[in-house]
């Protein structure tokens, strides 16, 4: 039997999913203002490649860096900025 390959072992201890997870849980209050069209896109993005391609939410913020980058900045939601900013350092 082969063990399951784990692309992040270089993040060990890095708490790359908590990190994830507390990033999205900060965009879910801009998806759920709906200020912006592109927050209704994001969240069904997401969904699409966590459910179809099996992508975790570290890649998913990953494949939408320079978009959330930019709106957060625009919104002047420093909190979640740095946020993304520690997790794009520390785990990607």
Partial sequence: MTAA???YVS???ADWEGKSQ???ERLQIHIDAAQN???AYFAQKRTE???K???DDLR???NYLPTLREILEDNGDQET???LEDLEVTCM
């Fill in 53 to 55: 391609q099996g992508l």
């Fill in 81 to 83: 900025l740095a946020m």
């Fill in 49 to 51: 490649l966590n459910q």
């Fill in 22 to 24: 507390r990033v999205m």
């Fill in 60 to 62: 998913v913020l990953h």
């Fill in 37 to 39: 069209p592109f927050w």
């Fill in 5 to 7: 390959f784990d692309r």
């Fill in 11 to 13: 993040f060990k201890n």
